[in-house]
C-alpha cells in the first residue's frame, strides 16, 4: 500500500526498548493509526525512513520478521545525529517511519534448500528479519546453520534470542568472538567470523549462502565461501549506502546504473560484482 | 608566456616539481586552470588579462595533497594567499614555488617566505575601480538600505559552495555548514539561511580574506559577496593595523594580542 | 500551424492574466536573466540566446516544506504541507532544450513513486516554448537528440519569422486549452517551414556514442582524474541545470515544532555520499565528476529511457572554471575502446 505523499511518514508510538550492547537498542514500534497498521505490509530485506521530528530522518532495515503482525522492530547503533535523538527516546515516545522500501530476500526460491546465515556484529539485525522470516516457515527449508560473530561477548546483539536458536534442535548455531573478546564462560568459538566459517567447511550442494556483516569481514568471508564452491547467484549480501528519500528520487545512493534503495539493498554476489566500487 | 614555459619545463624536467599549476586557453572563457604534469605539455601555459582565478585555492587540493611538490602560477593576490596558508601552516616552505607573473614577459621564480614577502612588498595592489565603487555605495547606505541591499542579494543565494570552492582560505576538510552535530549552520537555502552562511564565511575570513573577489566571481548568480569579506579586511586593518598577506609568520589578527591593545570595548 | 501577430502578444499576457494564471518570463534581474513572474508582455526580455539559471524551480523549488511537526508531552504530530492553493503557472520563453528538460524531471519524479509535489506543480504548469534564431559557443542541443526547433515538452512552440510574427504550433491538449481562451489571437496560417527561421547549432559529438562510450569509459580512470582535475566541487552547475533534481531532506526547527524540508544538493559537493562512519564511497573528485557524466549519459538513459542532459550549455556558461561539459563529453565520445 503506498501512501499519498510519500514524504509523510507513519506516527510509530514506541512499545519497548531493549539494550542489546553498548550503544546498540532495539525499539518495538505499533503504528498509532491502527488502520494504517492493520493495512501494513513488507517483505524481509526491506528498510525504511526512521525519523525523530527536528532531528532528521536515518536509514536502518525492519529488523522483525513480516510473520509477526502487529508491529515492527527496528536495531539501530547510536552513531550519528538522528540515532542518538533515538537513543534517548523511552517507550511511549513517537517517533516517524516511511517504508517499505527496498527489494526483498526472496524467500520462496531458497523452498527445499539449505540456509546458512552468516552475519558479523551490528549486521544481525538486517539478518534477523530474514531468519526469523525462514523459521516461522521452517518446514519449507532443509539444513538451517546461522554463524554470527562480535568482537566481544558484550557486542552480541539479540543475546536472548540466540539462547532461543541455540536450543532449538532444528538449527546449527555457531558463535564466535574475537580473539581477545571471550569472558572466561564463553562456550562459544573463538575467532574471526572468516576463520570460522573455514573450520566449518561449509557445504555449497543446494546451499543459499546469505552474508550481512561490516566490509571488513564481508572481504574475507566471500573468498571462503567460494574456496567451498558457493557459485555466486546463491550468495546474498545487503549494501548499506548514504540514503535520504529512500525511493530512488534523491540520487544518492546511485551506484552505477543501480539505485540501492531500489534494485537494493539486497544484492547477489553476482550482482554486486557487476557493480562498480562506490559503496 | 615563453618565459613561463621555459621556466615550467625547466622545473619539471629536473624534477624540482611534480606539477606545475598554471592557466591555458579556456572553451567558454579565455582562460582557465590547468593542471601540467608533464614537460611536454608545459607548452598549454599561457599568462594574459584573462587570466585571474586564485590558483592558490589549488595548494590545499585533496589530490595535490599526495602529488608532491608543485609550482603556481601566481599573481599578487595568489601571493598573498600563499602567505595566508603558509602562516596557517598548510605547506611547508620550498614545497611550493610561486611564478610571480606581473602582466609582463617575466617570471619570476619565488621560493622562500621572506622572498614572497619581499615581492609582495613591492607590488602593491588595490581594489579594482568597479569594486571600490561598490563598496563605497554600499557603505553609503543606511543600515536599513545596508539590510535591504542584503536581504534581496541573499535571497537569490542557492547554495552552491562555489564561493567557498574557489576561495583560497576555504580549505577545511569538514565545513561548518557540513557538520550536523551541532548544526551551526542550516542546511536550507532560504534567506535566512543564505543570511548564516555568508555572515558565518565572512567572519572565518576576518583577517584572513585577500581581497581577490574570487568568490564573487565563481558565484553563478553574481551576487557580490566579496563586498562583505572586503569590508571586513577593511574593518581589520583599521582596528587593528594588520594587512592581510603580507607575513608568513606574523601571528593571526585575532588571535594575538598587544599589551597596548585599546581596551575600550570592555565597559 | 496557427500564426500569433507580435500585436498579439500583449493581449495573450492580458488574457492569461485575466484567467488568473501567473506568467513566469525571462527578465533582467540583477544583472542577469532569469525566470520571473511578470504581469505585462513589455516586462519580458526580448533578444536573448540563454537565461542563467533553469526554470525548474516552477516544478522543483531550491527549498520546499514537506511537512510541519509538533511534539509535546502528549504526543508527536506530522502534518502535511498543504500545496492544495498553487496557481497556475504559465512559462513563457522557454527554450526548447529546457521544456524537453521538465520531460527527465518527470521521468525522475514519477519513477514508481509519485511525488505529490512535482506532480500538482506539473499539473497546474503550461509551457508555451520559443524557438531559437541564435546560439552560442556553449549550445549543444542537436547532439543530444534535440534542435532549435523542439517541440518535446512545450505545450505551444512559438517560432518568431522575418515579420515579428510567431508561428504558432499548438503541440498538445493544454496548449490547446490555452488558445481557447484567446482564439481570436491565434490565426489559421498556411504551412510554413519554421526551418527558414532556425539557428544552426553545430554538432559537437554523436549522441549513441557518447552514451555508448561513456557507458565502457567506468575503469577508464585515467580520463576521468585528468577533466575533473580543476573541478572545484561546488554545486553551481547542478544547480543551474534544468535535469539535474538530487535533493536532500532536512528538518529545522526547535524541538517543539519544526518542519522537514527538501532542498537542492549536487553530487559534485563532497560529503553528498558519505557514511555516518566516515567511509566516503567517491572520495576523490574525478569519482564525483565521473558519476555526474554518467548519470546523465548512461544511467538515466538506461533506468528511465531519458538522456538526462538537454544541451543548454547553462553549466558550461556558469562554471567558474569552465567545465565545458560538451567539451568532455566530445573527449569521450571519442575514445578508443
Known amino acids: 500500500m503506498k501512501k499519498e505523499n510519500i514524504y509523510l511518514p507513519y506516527l510509530m508510538r514506541i512499545v519497548s526498548v531493549r539494550e542489546e550492547a553498548p550503544e546498540v537498542r532495539t525499539y518495538r514500534l505499533q503504528f498509532e493509526n491502527e488502520e494504517e497498521g492493520n493495512q501494513f505490509e513488507f517483505q524481509a530485506g526491506q528498510f525504511g525512513e526512521y525519523s525523530v521530528a527536528g532531528q532528521g530522518e536515518s536509514t536502518f532495515c525492519i529488523a522483525s520478521s513480516p510473520t509477526r503482525k502487529g508491529y515492527i522492530e527496528c536495531t539501530f547503533r547510536k552513531t550519528g545525529r538522528v540515532t542518538a535523538a533515538l537513543a534517548d527516546l523511552e517507550a511511549g515516545s513517537f517517533i516517524g517511519f516511511r517504508g517499505p522500501y527496498g527489494n526483498i530476500f526472496p524467500i520462496e526460491e531458497w523452498n527445499g534448500k539449505n540456509l546458512l546465515f552468516i552475519a558479523g556484529g551490528i549486521a544481525l539485525p538486517p539478518m534477523r528479519c530474514v531468519i526469523w522470516n525462514c523459521l516461522d516457515l521452517r518446514e519449507k527449508f532443509k539444513d538451517f546453520t546461522i554463524l554470527y560473530g562480535a568482537r566481544t561477548v558484550n557486542d552480541l546483539v539479540y543475546k536472548h534470542e540466540l539462547k532461543e536458536w541455540e536450543e532449538r534442535t532444528d538449527v546449527n548455531l555457531v558463535t564466535t568472538v574475537d580473539p581477545g573478546g571471550q569472558t572466561e564462560d564463553w562456550k562459544g568459538e573463538i575467532g574471526f567470523v572468516p576463520t570460522i566459517l573455514d573450520k566449518m567447511a561449509p557445504k555449497a550442494e543446494n546451499t543459499i549462502a546469505i552474508v550481512c556483516g561490516p566490509p571488513i569481514m564481508i572481504k574475507y568471508t566471500f573468498p571462503i565461501l567460494e574456496k567451498y564452491g558457493f557459485k555466486d547467484e546463491n550468495i546474498f549480501t545487503t549494501l548499506e549506502n548514504r540514503m535520504k528519500c529512500g525511493f530512488g528520487k534523491c540520487g544518492r545512493c546511485n551506484v552505477g546504473k543501480v539505485f540501492v534503495c531500489k534494485d537494493g539493498p539486497v544484492f547477489t554476489l553476482a550482482q554486486l560484482k557487476e557493480l562498480p566500487a562506490e559503496y | ?267 | ?337
Open chain 3, 1 to 337: 500551424m496557427k500564426l500569433l501577430k507580435k500585436e498579439a502578444l500583449p493581449k495573450l499576457f492580458e488574457k492569461i492574466n485575466s484567467a488568473d494564471k501567473v506568467i513566469y518570463a525571462p527578465v533582467e534581474n540583477h544583472g542577469q536573466l532569469v525566470y520571473r513572474r511578470v504581469s505585462a508582455y513589455d516586462e519580458v526580455k526580448k533578444d536573448y540566446i540563454q537565461t542563467v539559471q533553469s526554470a525548474k524551480y516552477v516544478v522543483f523549488p531550491k527549498i520546499e516544506k514537506l511537512l510541519d511537526y509538533q511534539n509535546s508531552k502528549d504526543g508527536t504530530s506530522l502534518s502535511e504541507a498543504v500545496i492544495d492553493e498553487l496557481p497556475e503557472i504559465v512559462l513563457f520563453g522557454v527554450r526548447p532544450c529546457d521544456a524537453a528538460g521538465f520531460d527527465v524531471l518527470k521521468a525522475v519524479f514519477t519513477w514508481d513513486f509519485n511525488d505529490k509535489f512535482y506532480i500538482e506543480r506539473a499539473k497546474k504548469l503550461t509551457i508555451i516554448g520559443l524557438s531559437c534564431s541564435k546560439c552560442d559557443n556553449e549550445c549543444f542541443c542537436t547532439s543530444v537528440g534535440l534542435n532549435p526547433g523542439s517541440t518535446k515538452g512545450s505545450d505551444i512552440l512559438l517560432t518568431k519569422n522575418n515579420e515579428g510574427d510567431y508561428l504558432a504550433e499548438i503541440v498538445t491538449d493544454k496548449g490547446q486549452a490555452m488558445v481557447s481562451l484567446c482564439t481570436d489571437l491565434f490565426s489559421d496560417h498556411k504551412d510554413d517551414n519554421k526551418e527558414n527561421y532556425l539557428t544552426k547549432v553545430p554538432v559537437k559529438f554523436e549522441k549513441d556514442a557518447a552514451i555508448e562510450k561513456s557507458t565502457k569509459s567506468f575503469e577508464n580512470e585515467q580520463i576521468w582524474f585528468d577533466q575533473a582535475m580543476r573541478c572545484l566541487g561546488c554545486g553551481a552547475c547542478t544547480y543551474v541545470c534544468p535535469t539535474c533534481s538530487c535533493f536532500d531532506i532536512q528538518d529545522e526547527g526547535t524541538s517543539a515544532k519544526g518542519i522537514r524540508y527538501r532542498c537542492w544538493d549536487s553530487c559534485g559537493l563532497s560529503q553528498f555520499t558519505i557514511h555516518t562512519s566516515g567511509h566516503n564511497p567517491r572520495e576523490e573528485q574525478s569519482q564525483r565528476w565521473r558519476q555526474r557524466i554518467l548519470h546523465k549519459y548512461s544511467y538515466q538513459p538506461e533506468r528511465l529511457q531519458v538522456l538526462g542532459c538537454v544541451g543548454c550549455g547553462r553549466c558550461s556558461r556558469s562554471c567558474p572554471v569552465d567545465m565545458n561539459i560538451a567539451e568532455h563529453v566530445e573527449t569521450i565520445a571519442e575514445i578508443e575502446l
Open chain 2, 1 to 267: 608566456m615563453d618565459n613561463l614555459i621555459k621556466k615550467a619545463k625547466e622545473l619539471l624536467e629536473n624534477n624540482l616539481v611534480q606539477v606545475v599549476i598554471g592557466y591555458e586557453k579556456g572553451n567558454t572563457q579565455k582562460s582557465r586552470p590547468v593542471f601540467i604534469f608533464k614537460a611536454e605539455n608545459a607548452d598549454k601555459l599561457i599568462y594574459d588579462e584573462s587570466c585571474h582565478y586564485n590558483l592558490a585555492s589549488y595548494i590545499t587540493r585533496q589530490e595535490m595533497r599526495h602529488t608532491g611538490k608543485m609550482a603556481v602560477v601566481a599573481n599578487i593576490h595568489a601571493l598573498k594567499a600563499m602567505l595566508v596558508l603558509a602562516n596557517e601552516h598548510q605547506f611547508i616552505e620550498g614545497n611550493v614555488i610561486a611564478l610571480a607573473v606581473d602582466g609582463s614577459s617575466d617570471v619570476t621564480e619565488l621560493k622562500t617566505f621572506s622572498e614572497i614577502e619581499e615581492y609582495i612588498a613591492s607590488h602593491p595592489v588595490e581594489l579594482k575601480e568597479k569594486e571600490k565603487v561598490l563598496l563605497e555605495k554600499i557603505k553609503a547606505l543606511s543600515k536599513e538600505e545596508r539590510w535591504e541591499f542584503w536581504q534581496n542579494e541573499l535571497a537569490r543565494c542557492f547554495k552552491c559552495y562555489a564561493c567557498r570552492a574557489a576561495c583560497p582560505m576555504c580549505y577545511c576538510h569538514q565545513c561548518t555548514v557540513d557538520c550536523n552535530k551541532p548544526q551551526w549552520i542550516t542546511v536550507a537555502p532560504h534567506q535566512l539561511g543564505n543570511y548564516e552562511w555568508q555572515m558565518m564565511r565572512a567572519m572565518h575570513l576576518a583577517g584572513r580574506c585577500v581581497d581577490c573577489g574570487a568568490c564573487a566571481e565563481a558565484c553563478p548568480l553574481d551576487i557580490p559577496i566579496n563586498m562583505l569579506t572586503y569590508y571586513l579586511s577593511e574593518s581589520i586593518e583599521s582596528n587593528f593595523g594588520f594587512k592581510t598577506g603580507t607575513s608568513a609568520t606574523k601571528l593571526y589578527v585575532l588571535s594575538d594580542y598587544k599589551l597596548e591593545d585599546k581596551e575600550n570595548f570592555i565597559r
